[in-house]
Structure formats: C-alpha cells, structure tokens
Antibody, heavy 121, light 107 residues
Framework: QVQLVESGGGVVQPGRSLRLSCAAS????????MHWVRQAPDRGLEWVAV????????YYRDSVKGRFTISRDNSKNTLYLQMSSLRPEDTAVYYC??????????????WGQGTLVTVSS | EIVLTQSPATLSLSPGERATLSCRAS??????LAWYQQKPGQAPRLLIY???SRATGIPARFSGSGSGTDFTLTISSLEPEDFAVYYC?????????FGRGTKVEIK
C-alpha cells in the first residue's frame, strides 16, 4: 500500500534553513507528481509546492517562492523541501502528498503523517 | 487566488442523520473540486474528486455534487466514524486552495 513518511521537522530560528524529506513506498514513485501541503492552526490547509514526476515542472505558492525549493530523487523514492529564510508564519505541520497524475495537476490522493516545523527564536 | 467558502463552520448532528456541507468558489472552477476528511491527529483523506467521483474505498453514503461555483458534500446517514472536519479543495487554478473546513460534531 502507498506509504509516505516525512522527516526533518523541528524547531528553527527565524532566518535559518531546514530540509524536509518524504520517503515513498508502495507505488512507482517516478510516475507521479508530488506535493507539499502545510497546516497551521490559524491558517488551515495551504498548498505549498508541486513537482512533476520527472522533475521538469515545479510550482510554488507566492509566499514561499524564492525561499523554498522542492526536489525529488526518483532513484531514492524521496521528495524534498528545502526551506530557507524561514519566518514565524511558516510554522505548520508539513505533509507530503501524492498526486494521481504524472504532472501534479490533479488532487492529493495519499498523504503522509506530517512533520512539524516550528519557527521561533 | 480562488477563495473557497465553506458553510456551515460547524454542523451538530446525531448518528443516522443526513449531513449536507456546502462549498462555494469565488470563480468558476468547472468540476475541479475535491473533498477531504480529517480526524484529530491524522492527515486529510481524499473522499471525492471531480466534484462527484468517490475515491477508492470511500463508502457510498458519501456523495458530491455541483459544478461551476457551488458544490455540496452529502453524507446520507452519519456513522460514528464520520464525525470529523471536512475540507473542499480546488484544482482549477494555481495556487491550489482549500476551504476553512466544516466540523461535523455529535449533537
């Protein structure tokens, strides 16, 4: 069965960096688009970024553009989110989510359990 | 950015009752709408995609309808495990956006 396991969360000071990982199993990772979605108590669910199956296409929400970078290693079945210049408003549980399409233009059909990122001094 | 407005914020019902949840989009999104269920401490789970298609393994008591700007999620007869928060989400435009959720609680 599809399994997505996030890691890399923690407490980080504003302005610092953090890299999240999402280890995938139970499906052909290289065939599907993948997303990062976050959830903060006061802002609900927010889509963050998407990458197509082959890594050619990527899109970001405006508030993270230029600060966050999504990437994937299909040989390791792993999705990444490199976060830099972190702000307190980036504090959230970060989920990786699988897309049923290769492009990443569809919905989120499977989700990981999430990893908590807290940005605080 | 497309804004999704869900109503009501909270729905208080008893097991066996029918639940009707609404989601309104700020612009036409055709049928590019999905619904998710989230229980405390868990990740969201896909229920409905394409406004009306049930995801794999989702019971038939869950149904979705609508197109354009107005959408509805109906739970025909609430089971104890259905008490949760429900979110709608659009894929008609970037960025993908979610509604703020409707909490279905036990009356």
């Amino acid at each position: 069965q599809v399994q997505l396991v996030e890691s890399g969360g923690g407490v980080v000071q504003p302005g610092r960096s953090l890299r999240l990982s999402c280890a995938a199993s139970g499906f052909t990772f290289s065939s599907y688009g993948m997303h990062w979605v976050r959830q903060a108590p006061d802002r609900g669910l927010e889509w963050v970024a998407v990458m197509s199956h082959n890594g050619i296409y990527e899109y970001y929400r405006d508030s993270v553009k230029g600060r966050f970078t999504i990437s994937r290693d299909n040989s390791k079945n792993t999705l990444y989110l490199q976060m830099s210049s972190l702000r307190p408003e980036d504090t959230a549980v970060y989920y990786c989510a699988k897309d049923p399409s290769s492009s990443g233009y569809d919905v989120f059909d499977h989700w990981g359990q999430g990893t908590l990122v807290t940005v605080s001094s | 950015e497309i804004v999704l407005t869900q109503s009501p914020a909270t729905l208080s019902l008893s097991p066996g009752e029918r639940a009707t949840l609404s989601c309104r989009a700020s612009q036409d999104i055709s049928n590019f709408l999905a619904w998710y269920q989230q229980k405390p401490g868990q990740a969201p789970r896909l229920l409905i995609y394409g406004a009306s298609s049930r995801a794999t393994g989702i019971p038939a008591r869950f149904s979705g309808s609508g197109s354009g700007t107005d959408f509805t999620l109906t739970i025909s007869s609430l089971e104890p495990e259905d008490f949760a928060v429900y979110y709608c989400q659009q894929r008609g435009n970037w960025p993908r956006t979610f509604g703020r959720g409707t909490k279905v609680e036990i009356k």
